[in-house]
């Protein structure tokens, strides 16, 4: 209340001067009546006021010749007349008028009634009536002598006049009409329209100055808004109507100019032109009024000007606390993120990684402090302007001031604390740098040079000259060091300083006794000792040259060592303290690595930090959402993927769980194991990038990665730190095989070797799945195939057996080049397409081009001789795949997994089938001379699954009961069909399950005589037995004793003994077999173990009538 009277004092003086002026106006022009409303009986011009005067000028009114004056309505009449009272100055209005009433041609009797009425209905102050008597000799006689007798009835001075001679006696004739013999032009027309011009313009100069008088009351009365926009709003308001009262002042001093021309004409054009009394008043008026006008204008020109300063300095004022908010928020943001910023660091990585931070916190706190100060300064400036808030803004700018300088010296404590802090931890990694490389020397001088005395002085000599850099690189007071940096040691550091000294401490020790040693060696030195050459060891096939060069050196070593045990009791000693002194150089290797581990992870939960909240987080904040283009909208998850999810495992437990194994680096191979799965989210964030990429492509130039660069002050752009994921899971497998390298014999080592296999599996899947996405074409769920084994690429030769004929593909003498995917379901044939783009979209895309269900599929390791290739097919081999590897080793590990995949079928259809049965499942050979290739199905040979034409079968005792369904029994597709899908069809009962019949599985059941078909070769191992051979057709005639069944060969007609247990794996029933079309699948399949015929694993679909 105090500031808004303060600022109405000033105007509110501007607006009693303009209501007085405006007052003025409005009482000086309040006349009866205007010309304009009495128009059309002024026009009947029954009287009239030329504007002459009388003697003591009085005014002259002139009533002229008017035959129909008796016809005039009383109230018509006393308008005119109090109209034409009301013209003259108050003043000549005093004195009297004088009336002229021309009656010559009239009659006494309407002179008489003439003078009656005027009598009773003049309005002003009457001094003399003068009456122009009629002038013929009748109505003149009857005048004289009437008129004496009717005197008194009159009530007035009149003065009868026989001749206008007469009247001039009485009044000037320059004061006269020229209808009453005088010299005065008079024009009744000019004078109506003078007299409506004067009185229009007298109202218009009324109707402004009440219009100015009430905005003015409005401006003074209008309270100040409390916000800048509403200040802004009401100064354009009242700017607006200032405008527009200033418009009608100039069309009323337009209007006023013209009319005072007008009056002023006659003297243009006859400057001997000598105006009435009537026009020097109406002159007098205008000029009066354009006076006021002026003064009007000057005075609220005066009030707009103090009322608009007065706006404009609210204005001022509500930008300026406007912005003090603003800015006092944002110091208090500053403030409080200050406040909660730790200057802690355990490292000197991480002290730089935080003094960055600290770096980019000064930056932004340097664009508020700038900010705050820069508005301090300006309520300085609106200070010594005189603005009317003086008591409002100077405190605000003291407070701005204050608190600028608590948090630049808040910055300062920080930054000082943080580089006493990084002074601190680069002394001792200094030292502890020097305790490494100490031990480096330690462990690399070689032992055998030390047996001579110009080795062991040579060795001391290097310990000498390196124990002399110990002053410059080590920390020599304990107690200094924690009065000299105790400002910002904290217990970890504490305990760094502590383990440091521990680790001088311990390596002086190491020095001084290997010192001791070397003196003895060289002072008092044995005979000479030979090296012996280590025993040769059988190196493992898969050993790597680094690997065998390690084990050689080793073995070396361990032979020295056993020579010299033998032949010296003193290096005996040595040794032991050599051994001891490895030991410990392991330990700090593994912490050494350890440290390195935690340091970087801290930095990588840091860094994920920073890209979330200076990049993720700011896509929603509203102030930057103009910077964001259209293309980005909405794409927070494809751009980051699911770091958000990375970021709070590592932040909340990973970190915290490796930090539980700093004391124990070898270890934490638990650690990984137990958090395995939890690390698989790397593979939906790999899986991710290039779509990730893809979009920053689009969008790296915009406005809004820019902006946010530079709030976060990084060198480098999001590109960069989008790729650290990626960098980290493979970082891992690098920390896991050095701890590993240093941890041989711990207890931990084979936790260690687990999560190295691990993490590589891991690395594995997401290279497997990269690939796995680019695939195209394939219409099913990729999903449904099961887990992806492996992938690579292949030459591939297709081969197709139509009748008794092999054909190759046409054009397929050239291998097809082919990437392969193993599934546990499927085997998928894609073709490699064209590399293009840049980043991960220079990953290679796959076009499906065949699927092979693993239910139906046989492999055979070797194929045509070549060790790199193998053979892939299905359906009897009408349709084959020769696989060329790149390289033997590739093939093998294919072979050995494509053979897992159908030995864990076999498996799980077994336990399906016959869970309470497993452990009965037996078979021995007849003999071991005999090469006959077993299926791990072993009894696959019992029941065919490949169908005969019905005409051609012929039941059998055994195959009666469960075949007797099988003409209804239906097809199986290749696509759809898989073990589970089996035991729905129609006829297929676990009787004739080829996978699943064992000898001792079938509860007794034996082989019947019959015709069968031999799945696989064997050889005679006596004289009375019989060699068959596969595709053979074969007939039982009888079962002999001992378990021997008599069987004729049906292709060579020979006959003789073959041992049941044989039969059970060799043969399959012909007739109670069905012969499966091209485009049925076998049920799963099979394999067989290498035999001397070939090495083929086989599928049931393989086995001809």
């Known amino acids: 209340m105090g500031e808004q009277q303060s600022v109405r004092e000033d105007p509110e003086r501007s607006l009693e001067v303009l209501s007085m002026i405006s007052d003025d106006i409005m009482h000086g022009?309040?006349?009866?009546?205007?010309?304009?409303?009495?128009?059309?009986?002024?026009?009947?011009?029954?009287?009239?006021?030329?504007?002459?005067?009388?003697?003591?000028?009085?005014?002259?009114?002139?009533?002229?010749?008017?035959?129909?004056?008796?016809?005039?309505?009383?109230?018509?009449?006393?308008?005119?007349?109090?109209?034409?009272?009301?013209?003259?100055?108050?003043?000549?209005?005093?004195?009297?008028?004088?009336?002229?009433?021309?009656?010559?041609?009239?009659?006494?009797?309407?002179?008489?009634a003439t003078l009656l009425r005027i009598a009773g209905s003049f309005p002003g102050n009457l001094h003399l009536v003068l009456v122009l008597r009629p002038t013929t000799l009748l109505q003149r006689t009857l005048s004289d002598f009437l008129f004496k007798f009717n005197r008194d009835e009159f009530k007035m001075k009149v003065v009868m006049l026989s001749s206008v001679t007469e009247l001039h006696a009485y009044i000037d004739p320059g004061q006269l009409t020229t209808e009453l013999g005088g010299t005065q032009e008079y024009h009744h027309e000019s004078w109506i329209s003078h007299r409506t011009?004067?009185?229009?313009?007298?109202?218009?100069?009324?109707?402004?100055?009440?219009?100015?008088?009430?905005?003015?009351?409005?401006?003074?009365?209008?309270?100040?808004?409390?916000?800048?926009?509403?200040t802004t709003n009401l100064l354009h308001t009242h700017t607006l109507k200032k405008d527009t009262m200033k418009e009608d002042l100039q069309v009323a001093l337009s209007q006023g100019g013209r009319l005072l021309d007008c009056i002023n004409e006659p003297l243009q054009t006859d400057p001997e032109y000598s105006m009435t009394h009537d026009e020097l008043e109406n002159l007098e008026t205008v000029q009066r009024l354009l006076g006021q006008l002026d003064e009007t204008e000057t005075a609220f020109d005066d009030f707009w000007e103090r009322h608009r300063t007065k706006l404009e300095q609210c204005l001022q004022l509500r930008h300026f606390e406007q912005h003090f908010r603003e800015v006092r928020a944002q110091l208090d943001v500053t403030s409080e993120r200050l406040s909660g910023f730790s200057e802690v660091s355990v490292s000197p990585a991480h002290g730089e990684h935080v003094l960055r931070e600290l770096a980019g916190h000064e930056d932004k706190a340097c664009d508020v402090l700038d900010r705050a100060l820069s508005l301090a300064c300006e309520g300085d400036r609106l200070i010594e302007n005189s603005h009317y808030a003086e008591d409002s803004i100077r405190p605000k700018c003291s407070e701005l001031r204050e608190v600028c300088d608590e948090i630049s010296a808040t910055l300062r404590c920080k930054k000082n604390l943080l580089l006493r802090a990084m002074e601190m931890h680069h002394s001792l990694e200094k030292a502890s740098q020097w305790c490494e490389e100490g031990i480096f020397l330690l462990a690399n001088q070689p032992v055998d040079r030390c047996q001579s005395q110009d080795g062991a002085e040579a060795a001391l000599q290097e310990l000498e000259r390196y124990l002399e850099t110990l002053p410059l690189h080590t920390l020599a007071d304990r107690s200094a060091i924690c009065c000299?940096?105790?400002?910002?040691?904290?217990?970890?550091?504490?305990?760094?300083?502590?383990?440091?000294?521990?680790?001088?401490?311990?390596?002086?020790e190491m020095f001084e006794k290997r010192r001791i040693s070397l003196k003895k060696l060289a002072a008092k030195q044995t005979r000479p000792v030979q090296p012996v050459a280590p025993r040769p060891e059988v190196k493992s096939p898969h050993?790597?040259?680094?690997?065998?060069?390690?084990?050689?050196?080793?073995?070396?070593?361990?032979?020295?060592?056993?020579?010299?045990?033998?032949?010296?009791?003193?290096?005996?000693?040595t040794r032991h303290a050599s051994l001891s002194e490895e030991e410990e150089n392991l330990a700090v290797l593994r912490r050494h690595v350890m440290n390195e581990l935690l340091e970087t992870e801290r930095a990588y939960v840091e860094e994920l930090l920073c890209v979330l909240?200076?990049?993720?987080?700011?896509?929603?904040?509203?102030?930057?959402?103009?910077?964001?283009?259209?293309?980005?909208?909405?794409?927070?998850?494809v751009l980051f993927g699911n770091m958000f999810e990375i970021y709070q495992f590592h932040k909340r437990t990973f970190l915290k769980e490796l930090e539980a194994y700093t004391d124990f680096p070898e270890l934490v191979g638990r650690c990984f194991l137990e958090r395995m799965t939890d690390l698989q989210i790397y593979e939906a964030y790999c899986q991710n990038k290039p779509r990730s990429e893809s979009l920053w492509r689009q969008c790296s130039d915009c406005a809004f990665f820019q902006e946010?660069?530079?709030?976060?002050?990084?060198?480098?752009?999001?590109?960069?730190?989008?790729?650290?994921?990626?960098?980290?899971?493979?970082?891992?497998?690098?920390?896991?095989?050095?701890?590993?390298?240093?941890?041989?014999?711990?207890?931990?080592?084979?936790?260690l070797q687990k999560a190295l296999s691990s993490i590589l599996g891991i690395l594995k899947a997401v290279n497997d799945s990269m690939h796995l996405i680019a695939i195209t074409g394939y219409e099913g769920n990729l999903s449904e195939l099961g887990r992806l084994l492996m992938q690579g690429s292949f030459s591939v030769w297709t081969e197709h057996k139509k009748g008794h004929a092999k054909v190759k593909d046409l054009a397929r003498f050239k291998p097809m080049q082919r990437h392969l995917f193993l599934h546990e379901k499927a085997l998928l044939f894609c073709k490699r397409r064209e590399e293009n783009g840049e980043g991960y979209e220079k990953a290679p895309s796959y076009s499906f081009?065949?699927?092979?269900?693993?239910?139906?599929?046989?492999i055979t390791e070797n194929a045509k001789g070549d060790n790199k290739k193998f053979e892939v097919w299905c359906n009897s081999r009408d349709e084959v795949f020769i696989v060329q590897a790149p390289t033997p080793e590739i093939k093998t590990s294919w072979v050995n997994e494509i053979c897992k995949v159908l030995t864990q079928q076999l498996k799980a259809c077994r336990d399906a089938r016959q869970p309470k049965n497993l452990d009965s499942v037996s078979m021995s050979p007849t003999s071991s001379s005999s090469s006959i290739s077993l299926s791990p199905f072993r009894s696959s040979g019992q029941k065919n699954q490949k169908k005969q034409d019905e005409k051609k079968a012929e039941p059998s005792p055994t195959s009666d009961a469960n075949s007797s369904s099988s003409p209804k029994h239906k097809g199986w597709s290749k696509t759809s069909l898989s073990v589970d899908a089996s035991e729905e069809n129609d006829g297929y009962s676990s009787s004739e399950d080829p996978m699943n019949s064992d000898p001792e599985d079938d509860g007794g059941k034996k082989l019947a005589p019959g015709k069968y078909t031999v799945v696989a070769d064997c050889e005679k191992a006596g004289p009375q037995e019989l060699s068959v051979k596969s595709g053979d057709v074969v007939q039982l005639i009888r079962e002999g004793e001992d378990g021997q069944w008599f069987v004729r060969n049906l292709r060579s007609s020979k006959e003789g003994w073959v041992a049941a247990a044989n039969l059970l794996s060799l043969i399959t029933e012909s007739k109670s077999s069905q012969s499966l079309s091209s485009s049925d699948g076998s049920v799963s399949g099979n394999i067989s173990t290498s035999s001397s015929c070939s090495e083929t694993y086989t599928s049931f679909s393989d086995i001809k009538p």
């Open 29 to 112: 022009e309040d006349g009866p009546l205007c010309a304009a409303e009495i128009g059309s009986e002024l026009q009947k011009q029954f009287a009239i006021l030329p504007g002459g005067r009388g003697i003591n000028g009085r005014p002259i009114m002139v009533f002229p010749e008017f035959p129909e004056f008796s016809e005039l309505e009383e109230e018509e009449l006393q308008s005119v007349l109090r109209y034409l009272t009301s013209v003259p100055s108050v003043a000549a209005s005093g004195v009297g008028f004088i009336l002229v009433i021309d009656r010559r041609l009239d009659r006494w009797a309407a002179v008489r």
């Open 484 to 508: 000299q940096y105790e400002s910002v040691l904290t217990t970890q550091l504490k305990d760094q300083v502590e383990r440091v000294f521990q680790k001088q401490g311990s390596v002086q």
């Open 849 to 858: 081009k065949h699927s092979l269900s693993m239910s139906a599929v046989g």
């Open 613 to 637: 909240e200076g990049y993720a987080a700011e896509m929603d904040n509203p102030a930057m959402a103009p910077l964001i283009p259209s293309t980005l909208l909405n794409k927070k998850d």
């Open 197 to 230: 011009a004067i009185e229009a313009f007298a109202l218009m100069v009324k109707t402004t100055a009440q219009t100015l008088q009430a905005f003015g009351t409005e401006l003074a009365e209008t309270e100040l808004p409390n916000d800048a926009e509403a």
């Open 543 to 573: 050993s790597s040259p680094n690997q065998q060069r390690k084990e050689r050196r080793y073995s070396a070593d361990n032979a020295i060592c056993k020579k010299v045990h033998v032949e010296s009791p003193l290096l005996n000693g």
């Open 708 to 751: 946010c660069q530079k709030k976060l002050a990084h060198k480098l752009g999001l590109d960069s730190y989008l790729l650290k994921p990626v960098q980290r899971i493979t970082k891992y497998q690098l920390l896991l095989k050095e701890l590993l390298k240093y941890s041989k014999g711990c207890d931990g080592c084979d936790d």
